[in-house]
């Protein structure tokens, strides 16, 4: 069975890093990007980033592009997403997801919940 | 910047069909989602040569349709567990994807 954990979260104070991790059970042999997608209070979903499967390409949201980054340790089957200069507005749940084919986000962790503070 | 509208609400008894929109000015491939608060959300349908599949274990009572730049999402025969809310997303382009604004299904 396919699972996804999200960690890494928590509280930052406002202007500083933090990296999420995503790691993978049961995915493997299949050739699957990943997507991390926020959730912050009271709003609906917001896609942040991708990577694919091979690390060859990784795309990002504008709000995001230049502060945030993706990478992938392959050995651990697990995705990082390595966020700087954070601000209010990157107060979410963050979820990762993977994508086995048609644009489609296949399966989903449970989320990491980071809050940035002031 | 691209964005998918979709209306904030929706709602049916149990037994009825409820349909929901999601329009934007720019709509490529589309695939909806389910999502409980605080749970991790569920793909309901992925489009495939512009028809819309049901993945393995997914009520086939979830089905959708897409017109020019307008996808919806029909539920028929509406569950008390069907209660949730509802997201479509679009690739825009091959990097970048969008979330719709999200509806809140509430079984009456």
């Known amino acids: 069975q396919v699972q996804l954990v999200e960690s890494g979260g928590g509280v930052v104070q406002r202007g500083g890093s933090l990296r999420i991790s995503c790691a993978a059970s049961?995915?493997?042999?299949?050739?699957?990007?990943t997507h991390w997608v926020r959730q912050a209070p009271g709003k609906g979903l917001e896609w942040v980033a991708f990577l694919r499967y091979d690390g060859s390409d990784k795309y990002y949201e504008d709000s995001v592009r230049g502060r945030f980054t993706m990478s992938r340790d392959s050995s651990k089957d697990t995705v990082y997403l390595e966020m700087n200069s954070l601000g209010a507005a990157d107060t979410a749940v963050y979820f990762c997801?993977?994508?086995?084919?048609?644009?489609?986000?296949?399966?989903w962790g449970q989320g990491t919940q980071v809050t940035v503070s002031s | 910047q691209s964005t998918l509208a979709q209306p904030p609400s929706a709602s049916g008894s149990p037994g009825q069909s409820v349909t929901i929109s999601c329009t934007g000015t720019k709509i490529d491939i589309v695939s909806w989602y389910q999502h409980h608060p605080g749970k991790a959300p569920k793909l309901i349908l992925y489009?495939?040569?512009?028809?819309?599949k049901i993945p393995s274990g997914v009520p086939e009572r979830f089905s959708g349709s897409k017109s020019g730049n307008t996808a919806s999402l029909t539920i028929s025969g509406l569950q008390t567990e069907d209660e949730a809310d509802y997201y479509c997303t679009s690739n825009i382009g091959r990097d970048r994807w969008v979330f719709g604004t999200g509806t809140k299904i509430t079984v009456l």
């Open positions: 049961g995915i493997t042999g299949r050739i699957a990007g």
């Open positions: 997801a993977k994508d086995v084919g048609y644009y489609a986000l296949w399966v």
């Open positions: 489009e495939l040569s512009q028809v819309f």
